[in-house]
């Protein structure tokens, strides 16, 4: 039933109902004025008990903002338990009702954006973010000045919906980034995001994404890629493709910041211009090589901007998604990225990296009378062991004398190299085995298996310790292989008296610093009601059981990655590889995250395409090897393994795999696991 009364308005009519609120004709005796009044239900207070505190203070903010793109908010109440705000009447429409009568020509599309960015940005420059821009919420005055409005209110439906139950979910997600579909902490970017949207509804007449329940709709907007919308409507300029996928940008680091830069972009393009944000992205700024270890760590004063060496791409969110109503989705998908990265220039490789690069590099000091085979080098690695249908093999870094080391047929994981360079570790089950690649020699070093979880064992570099995760619990002992031979109970490992025992977050894999006085270690952590794995590097020097020293945890709140991270692998000093699991067990997105910049790097160099797994270092850091199953040929495509100059990585291109033979690799879900061998002196 329409009140008689809110406060002190006189209640005239309904305009209508949205989401969440109705929305009435008033009129304010006091100022004697027409206003709209806008209710909130009553429900916002019961469920949430800090909803007033939160209401007092943010309406307060969101009164403050004055601009004349911006629908004023004139006051702010509660009656009846139901708060309400009082605003501005502006009777000329919606911009919704706008579309709906007919899309727009650029350039009148151009014109409301220029209108109302500036409004836009400077709310933003205050904190407040929009949360639910879209049509109906781009109000026309009667003289056609396009206005925002309820800009902030979705902070007191939709943002709480979470801590609501059932039928409080959210209207129409179609606008929504996807940072804010993931429940996210948001910024202005996420306004920025649904302009574009509603740029693309303007021009087309018709929304990015189409699907028949919100939550998938939502679930679009995260995993789908940006529509082409020259598909939708070939007429339009070809630049607007950019505009739409820069502003839709899955990753909100790769959007416009500001609405105006937005604009002016697209005035940029209308004149003929390639605007300079558009560039930025294409811009390739490695000066220096962060990937040579020794080089970075002779100089410590190289650019950090290097590793954000940009092409436009589009980050992934991966498995189990926590949204609104606390539903966890399991997700696969599959993204291809924008095509027009391809146009990059190709990035030659530094000095630094070419000479170590050349196939066929040798020992040439070796005496002339010694007869050892010299084997080629790549950065700064002979030979490359590796798993194949659950048998280790070895082969030189050029793919050559390619041979078997194991013929059981049993799973293993865990493989590496230890500092001797003929042996190799490696798990089956929950065993730890060593191989002699010449003699073939196998033995069993370590078994624990009574333990549920025995998932990774890894010897530091000097060969002196080992650092393993038990029981998702963590030990750093010495590497006597006596003594873990024989151990079989935690408390024999407990006394063998090792540098560090953590066991106050579940630990899944431990690698080694260089130096061997760190560890990133691998670890659930609690994100969104869901477990993410989560790297943290902790400085193990002082062996303080108690809380070693984190120096850095990755992905949390630096940047968004799958809660699977299937793989991962350190260069010992500032870079790591990620790996997350798009599809057949683990091949996904190769991401490069640098603890320097703090910042991830989404790497897809054969031409742009998806899937990778397993990318590793090489042993000088300056190569990377990397197993890659083209999603364009399907699921049952053959694997690949490249070996390739680490700083090339942000170029997509075609590129050359190492040779094997053909079909060499016939299980679709193969787990290589490459390890580099130090090249023998
Ligand atoms: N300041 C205003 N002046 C005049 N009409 C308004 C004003 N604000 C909203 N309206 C009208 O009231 C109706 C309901 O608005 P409301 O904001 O509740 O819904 P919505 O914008 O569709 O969705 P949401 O709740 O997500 O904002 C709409 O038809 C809208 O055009
Ligand atoms: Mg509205």
């Given amino acids: 039933m329409q009140p008689e009364k809110i406060g002190r308005y006189e209640i005239k009519s309904e305009l209508g109902r949205g989401g969440m609120a109705t929305v009435y004709h008033g009129y304010d005796p006091r100022f004697e004025r027409e206003v709209a009044v806008k209710v909130l239900p009553p429900e916002l207070i019961h ?150 949207v509603i740029l693309y509804e303007m021009l087309t007449g018709k929304q990015p994404y189409q699907a028949d329940t919100p939550l998938s709709l939502a679930i679009k907007h995260i995993t789908d890629p940006v529509p082409h919308i020259l598909e939708t409507k070939a007429n339009l300029p070809i630049w607007m493709e950019k505009v739409i996928s820069t502003g839709m940008a899955k990753n909100r680091d790769e959007r416009f910041s500001t609405a105006v830069e937005m604009v002016e972009t697209i005035k940029a393009f209308q004149r003929g211009e390639t605007p300079t944000e558009i560039k930025k992205h294409d811009r390739p700024t490695l000066k220096v090589s962060p990937f040579n270890k020794t080089f970075v760590s002779k100089k410590k004063r190289w650019r950090p901007l290097a590793m954000i060496a940009g092409f436009l791409v589009v980050i992934l969110i991966g498995v189990g998604v926590f949204l609104f109503s606390g539903n966890m989705l399991p997700l696969g998908f599959e993204t291809p990225f924008p095509t027009f990265t391809a146009a990059l220039p190709i990035e030659t490789s530094s000095p630094l990296i070419e000479a170590t690069s050349s196939i066929g590099e040798t020992a040439a000091t070796a005496p002339t009378e010694v007869t050892i085979p010299t084997l080629p080098v790549i950065g700064g690695g002979d030979k490359i062991a590796f798993l194949r249908n659950n048998d280790i093999w070895v082969m030189n870094v050029d793919g050559s004398d390619l041979r078997s080391v194991t013929n059981d047929g049993v799973e293993k994981f865990n493989l590496e190299w230890l500092p001797d360079g003929q042996t190799l570790l490696y798990m089956a089950g929950k065993t730890v085995k060593t191989v002699d690649i010449d003699s073939l020699r196998e033995e069993i070093i370590f078994s624990f298996i009574s333990a549920e979880y025995f998932e990774s064992f890894h010897v530091s570099p000097d060969g002196k310790q080992a650092a393993f995760s038990l029981a998702r619990e963590l030990y750093v002992v010495p590497f006597d292989l006596e003594k873990l031979s024989s151990a079989t109970k935690k408390r024999e490992l407990l006394a063998m008296d090792g540098c560090l025992f953590y066991n106050k977050i579940a630990v899944k894999d431990a690698l080694w610093s260089d130096d061997g006085g760190k560890l990133a270690i691998k670890f659930l952590a609690p994100s969104n009601n869901v477990f993410a794995d989560t790297i943290r590097i902790m400085d193990i020097k002082l062996c303080q059981d108690a809380e070693p ?103 997509s291109r075609t590129l050359e795999s190492i040779p094997l033979p053909d079909g060499f690799f016939t299980r679709r879900n193969d787990t290589p696991l490459p390890a580099i061998r130090p090249a023998q002196k």
């Fill in 47 to 196: 469920a949430d008990p800090q909803f007033r505190l939160r209401f007092e203070r943010e309406a307060k903010i969101i009164a403050q903002l004055e601009h004349p793109a911006i629908v004023p908010v004139y006051d702010v109440g509660e009656e009846n338990n139901q708060p309400y705000f009082v605003m501005r009447y502006v009777n000329g429409g919606s911009l919704s009702d706008r579309i709906k009568a007919g899309t727009f020509s650029v350039e009148a599309a151009v014109k409301l954006l220029e209108q109302i960015a500036p409004g836009l940005d400077e709310a933003h420059a205050k904190g407040i973010v929009h949360r639910d821009l879209k049509p109906s919420n781009i109000l026309f005055t009667n003289n056609g000045v396009p206005l925002i409005s309820d800009f902030g209110i979705a902070t007191f439906t939709q943002g709480e919906a979470g801590s609501m139950t059932g039928s409080a979910i959210i209207g129409t997600p179609a606008y929504m980034a996807p940072e804010q579909a993931n429940g996210e902490a948001l910024d202005g970017r996420a306004d920025i995001y649904a302009l574009a």
């Fill in 549 to 651: 020293i984190r120096l850095d945890e990755f992905p949390g709140a630096r940047f968004r990655f799958n809660n699977e991270i299937i793989n991962f692998d350190w260069n010992g000093d500032l870079l790591f590889f990620l790996n997350s699991n798009v599809r057949n067990g683990g091949f996904g997105d190769m991401g490069l995250y640098n603890t320097f910049t703090h910042k991830l790097e989404k790497l897809a160099p054969i031409e742009g395409y998806c899937c990778y797994r397993d990318a590793t270092f090489s042993p000088d850091g300056t190569f990377v090897i990397f197993a890659f199953q083209d999603i364009r040929l399907g699921p049952d495509s053959s694997i690949n393994l490249y070996y390739l100059p680490a700083d090339t990585l942000s170029t």
